[in-house]
């Protein structure tokens, strides 16, 4: 989280004050926006934190006499001192202009087509400047349906009007590799100073517009620790339904820039707080309005993923929808058994049925929904530890992940604390306290010699005679 106002902010320049307004009241959301430009020795940003991959993408199109910017979340998080790793460029090339320039390049998207220039694992996105497609005479080139939803918005306009196209005030940043000047036309500075989320525009429309915005507000607010503008929150709960609009793949896609941005813990809550979780996974938010205390084992897994994620170590989106929907595993499950079918089977037959379920409202695609199912299964294998039972789970990859899901499950006060213990000692002991573990349970550590069979020893003697 931040811990205050970067010092730039605070420095009384001229160009600061004419950005700040005497007061400290919030800009409000219908006045006009006023273009102001921050000098290169009134901001902090430097070509030394921006990648190399991305100042080749702006130099080659300033080179071909194209206007080149950075845009957008990287503008935002290298005034914050955030080390952005994620780098926009807008221009006013053309998509198929800006494909002309590199070799590396290709054109995606339908709704919005955009430009990806590939240097190894990195990747630059060029978007063209984009105009209001309500004031454009290209009717085919933009498309609404009748609530609002764009579905296609290809109308390529001024950079002016790119800035006022975007969601936020404080993604309305542009770094202009001519000047090395910040471009601010929607007071973003400002809202940066006030440590609020605010939205360009009016909020209903822009939900209507694109409804992932409710969620791009949360995340904002989590990852920065800024609170979202009363005029900007207030339509969230009211239009959270708006989210049934939008295909699960692509909501599947934000769910994990949702959790996986260092903040997870936080965002649950913002998520709940707002009425959107019940929108990305309403049985996991029935439960939790059935079992309140199940949400502790949720928080306790999003804030061990933060603490990975602050440590620079993997994580992995099947264990983080693992947890959340465990409470949603552990009531079907609970129902399958009083049906009169066995653990085994009946866990299984939750995994299917719960994802099945999910799937409607936010897609997984089977490279994690295969790993989250082993990790359900698993909580019922590390209960059988007979014979080497115990040793071949251990050794199993899929194990790591099952066992710190249990110790997570007893952490938040799950009836299985003696289990997680056992194994947290089975992993600290050599061979010989292995074994001891084993035999005080009540099992061997080493499996009995098979006897042969009567038959098996009558057949043989048949033979040699």
């Given at each position: 989280m931040l811990k205050g106002i970067p010092s730039f902010l605070k420095r009384p320049g001229k160009t600061i004050r004419q950005l700040l307004r005497t007061d400290s009241s919030p800009q409000s959301n219908s006045a006009p926006y006023e273009l102001s430009i921050v000098s290169r020795d009134e901001h902090p940003v430097s070509r030394s934190g921006i990648s190399d991959n991305a100042l080749k993408v702006l130099y080659r199109l300033k080179k071909a006499n194209f206007d080149a910017f950075l845009v957008g979340g990287c503008v935002r998080d290298a005034l914050l001192d955030l080390h952005p790793k994620d780098f926009d460029v807008a221009t006013n090339a053309t998509p198929e202009q800006v494909k002309s320039l590199f070799h590396n390049a290709r054109i995606i998207g339908r709704r919005f087509r955009i430009v990806h220039v590939r240097y190894g694992r990195e990747i630059i996105e060029v978007t063209t400047f984009r105009a209001p497609p309500e004031e454009s005479t290209a009717r085919s080139h933009s498309s609404q349906t009748e609530n609002g939803l764009l579905v296609r918005d290809n109308v390529y306009g001024t950079i002016e009007e790119d800035a006022l196209r975007r969601d936020f005030t404080i993604n309305a940043l542009y770094y202009n590799i001519r000047d090395f000047a910040i471009y601010d036309y929607a007071s973003g500075?400002?809202?940066?100073?006030?440590?609020?989320?605010?939205?360009?525009?009016?909020?209903?429309?822009?939900?209507?517009?694109?409804?992932?915005?409710?969620?791009?507000?949360?995340?904002?607010?989590?990852?920065?620790?800024?609170?979202?503008?009363?005029?900007?929150?207030?339509?969230i709960r009211p239009m959270a339904e708006l989210l049934r609009q939008i295909p699960a793949a692509r909501l599947f896609e934000e769910v994990l820039k949702l959790f996986?941005?260092?903040?997870?813990?936080?965002?649950?809550?913002?998520?709940?707080?707002?009425?959107?979780?019940?929108?990305?996974?309403?049985?996991?938010?029935?439960?939790?309005?059935?079992?309140?205390e199940k949400e502790d084992f949720i928080i306790r897994a999003l804030e061990n993923t933060d603490r990975r994620i602050l440590a620079n170590k993997p994580v992995t989106p099947a264990f983080l929808f693992a947890a959340i929907l465990w409470p949603v595993i552990q009531n079907a499950f609970r129902e399958l058994m009083e049906e009169g079918i066995p653990p085994v089977p009946a866990m299984q037959q939750a995994g299917q049925q719960v994802l099945f379920a999910q799937s409607d409202f936010t897609s997984i695609p089977k490279r994690f929904s295969q790993p989250m199912r082993e990790i359900w299964e698993f909580q019922l294998r590390l209960e059988r530890r007979q014979g080497k039972r115990a040793f071949q789970t251990a050794e199993h990859p899929r194990f790591r992940a099952a066992y710190d899901f249990l110790v997570l499950r007893a952490e938040s006060g799950e009836e299985v604390k003696a289990l997680a213990d056992w194994w947290t000692s089975f992993q600290d002991t050599d061979s010989h306290g292995r074994k001891n573990l084993l035999q005080n349970t009540g099992e061997e550590g080493t499996p009995k010699k098979r006897r042969r069979s009567r038959y098996r020893n009558n057949r043989k003697r048949n033979k040699s005679s």
């Open positions: 500075i400002r809202d940066i100073n006030q440590r609020c989320i605010r939205m360009i525009g009016d909020p209903e429309t822009r939900y209507r517009e694109d409804p992932v915005r409710m969620l791009r507000a949360i995340r904002f607010a989590a990852k920065l620790d800024f609170s979202i503008a009363p005029e900007t929150a207030s339509p996986l941005s260092g903040q997870a813990a936080a965002t649950f809550l913002l998520l709940k707080e707002y009425q959107l979780l019940q929108q990305l996974f309403p049985y996991t938010s029935e439960q939790l309005s059935l079992h309140p």
